[in-house]
Every structure is written in structure tokens, then in C-alpha cells.
């Protein structure tokens, strides 16, 4: 067994507990919890992610998906080596360090079951990011340092619905994933640690950041269900708000300056 250098995201599920009670009454949330949980499973979320990669063809520009078909994943699982365990509310995934296009792969898992159990189910995140010695394998041994740090992120220090980047991972998304147009969704928190959250994933979205009516009325119909269920665990979505009200006027104002040409990008 040999430790190996990978960035990894340990994150929880907010409200996981409470949605399983009110599951036995509304089998409706149960089916979409078990929907989006067999998507994951089995190398479902990796396998997704492959699928939308770009690859050059002799016939032009095609996806991962189109070229290589059934066979996506044990050619795809060569080249990155990106690896995705779900245990109850919690998820990990990562990706060898040395891997700079698995390590933006990474930052787009992030980013999409951020917006998949947001939206599918109202329920929000918590995580951290680090970068360091890992065992990582699918449907195996998960365990070392980098677990161990992305965890102590998570349950001691992001207290809101975020996700917290360590130092030496910030450093390295800054240096080595200067390309990733996720890169600018990181951002200085008020206690001085760099974060992810669902607000800079939805504004780094082309299509959220085009229904900003249809993502409040989400913010606030979660809002509302924790009100009824779980008060006190309003702060974490009242965090949120606070956040959404906030940065979406910084990028309505920057919208509203940037010229024609550059809108459309």
C-alpha cells in the first residue's frame, strides 16, 4: 500500500436525518433520494462526468461518450482517475494531484451534486477541500491525512452550508487549476478560510445565473421547510440568503457593465 498525492472534497448532506423521517410520510422524497443515490453509485457520478469531456475526433469535436461508448469508463478511468464514495449523507471524491484535468473534474462533481440535491430535494452541503496523502479505490479502502483534514473542515470549522478549502489546497487550485472557470468561485470567507458554497456554484453557472427568480423561490421554499421541520437550523439557510441577496446584485452590476460581445461569451 502506498499513500498518493490527491486533491479530495469530504462533504455531508445538511438535513439528511430529517428528510429520511419525512420520507416515511411522503414516499415521494424517499424515491428521490434512492434515484439520485443509484445515479452515483458504481462509478455513476465518474462515469457522467467522463461522458461530457471533449474529445477530438478525425470527424471533429465529439464528447468521452460518443467516442468511446460502453467502453467510457475503463478508458476514461485510465487518463483520470477520479474516484467517488457515498456512504449514507456523506461523499468523497478525488483525484490524483498530478492530474490537473481530474482535479477540474473534481471542482465540477462539486458543483453538480451541489445543484442536483438543491433543487431535486432542497437539501444543502457542508464540506472540506484538501490536498495531500490519500488511499483512495473504489468501492475499497478509503483513509489518510488529506481524509482526515477534509473532515475536521467539514465538522469543525464550516459550520454554514459551505465547503471550506485548506490552505495548501487553495494554494494548489490557485497555482495548478488556473484554468478551470470554477477557479473564481472560490472566494475569502468572513473567518478568513477560502470557500465554496451553493451561491458561487449557482453564479458560476451560465444557466442559473439566467433563472435567478427560479433559485430564490428554491432559497426561500427551503427556507420555509426548515422553518417547519428543523428551526434551528434555519442559520444555515438563512447564511445562504444572505449570500444569494448579496452576490447577485455584484453580478447584476457587472452584467449590466460588461460590453455586448463579452455577454455573450
Not at 464514495?85 to 451534486?113: E, G, K, W, Y
Not at 487553495?170 to 484554468?179: G, P, Q, Y
Amino acid at each position: 500500500m502506498n499513500y498518493e498525492n490527491r486533491l479530495i472534497c469530504f462533504f455531508d448532506l445538511l438535513g439528511f436525518s430529517a428528510a429520511i423521517k419525512q420520507a416515511e410520510q411522503e414516499p415521494a422524497i424517499a424515491a428521490s433520494l434512492f434515484k439520485i443515490f443509484s445515479e452515483f453509485k458504481d462509478g455513476g457520478l465518474e462515469s457522467a462526468l467522463y461522458g461530457a469531456i471533449p474529445f477530438l475526433d478525425v470527424d471533429g469535436m465529439k464528447t468521452c461518450q460518443d467516442y468511446y461508448g460502453d467502453s467510457l469508463m475503463e478508458h476514461a478511468d485510465q487518463t483520470y482517475r477520479l474516484v467517488a464514495t457515498q456512504f449514507s449523507d456523506s461523499f468523497v471524491i478525488s483525484a490524483p494531484a498530478d492530474n490537473f484535468a481530474a482535479c477540474d473534474l473534481l471542482l465540477r462533481a462539486v458543483q453538480i451534486i451541489h445543484f442536483q440535491f438543491f433543487f431535486s430535494l432542497g437539501m444543502l452541503m457542508r464540506g472540506g477541500i484538501t490536498v495531500g496523502k490519500l488511499v483512495h479505490e473504489r468501492g475499497g479502502a478509503l483513509f489518510g491525512p488529506a481524509m482526515i483534514e477534509a473532515y475536521e473542515l467539514e465538522s469543525k470549522h464550516a459550520v454554514y452550508s459551505r465547503v471550506l478549502v485548506s490552505k495548501d489546497a487553495a494554494t494548489f487550485i490557485d497555482e495548478k487549476l488556473s484554468f478551470s472557470h470554477l477557479k473564481s468561485a472560490f472566494f475569502q470567507g468572513f473567518d478568513g478560510f477560502r470557500v465554496f458554497d451553493l451561491v458561487s456554484a449557482l453564479l458560476h453557472s451560465s444557466r442559473f445565473r439566467k433563472e435567478r427568480s427560479g433559485v430564490e423561490r428554491q432559497l426561500r421554499a427551503v427556507e420555509q421547510d426548515i422553518i417547519h421541520n428543523a428551526p434551528a437550523a434555519h442559520p444555515k439557510i438563512a447564511y445562504l440568503l444572505d449570500r444569494w441577496q448579496q452576490d447577485v446584485h455584484l453580478f447584476s452590476e457587472n452584467d449590466a457593465t460588461q460590453p455586448v460581445a463579452d455577454k455573450a461569451q
